[in-house]
């Protein structure tokens, strides 16, 4: 028995790339939460602090190209038209509407919150930040999901 070589084993395909993106969108409160934890700690020493906040600067930007809808160069044209297809861009911009609104919904609550409770700056951009990630990425999973087959 003898095995060829496939050169293009380990690239992904559009439907690949789809699976994952379902999948890992159930990963990302917890990422957050997990980066919250370590931004937040107290007693973090300064390095701490910047090696968390550089690997939450690099989790958000990895979201906003995901989200945008922006190339990934080890794919195909093929692969990227279907990636990029017009439901998709249907998708992305619905989901980012809502996350525009849970950006402006929860600024305004933490306007109105720090009249009672005094609020860190750190923190509020944070939740900002992440509350309207989770919102966008929770609509943009829940419209992305699975279509249905023929038979069901």
Not at 9 to 20: L, N
Not at 102 to 114: C, H, K, N, P, W
């Amino acid at each position: 028995m003898s095995y060829r070589p496939k050169f293009n084993f380990d690239q992904p395909t559009a439907e690949s790339v789809q699976r994952t993106r379902r999948s890992l969108a159930w990963i990302i409160p917890l990422l957050m939460v997990q980066q919250g934890v370590m931004l937040f700690k107290h007693g973090n020493g300064v390095f701490d602090q910047v090696l968390a906040m550089i690997a939450w600067a690099a989790v958000t930007l990895s979201l906003l190209w995901w989200l945008l809808g922006l190339p990934f160069r080890w794919l195909s044209a093929r692969d990227l038209a279907i990636l990029n297809d017009e439901r998709s861009r249907v998708i992305s911009g619905e989901a980012a509407r809502w996350g525009i609104v849970a950006m402006a919904l929860l600024g305004f609550m933490m306007l109105i919150a720090r009249v009672w409770i005094r609020l860190d700056a750190g923190l509020a951009i944070y939740g900002l930040v992440n509350g309207s990630l989770i919102v966008t990425f929770g609509r943009l999973t829940w419209l992305n999901r699975a279509e249905p087959d023929e038979d069901e």
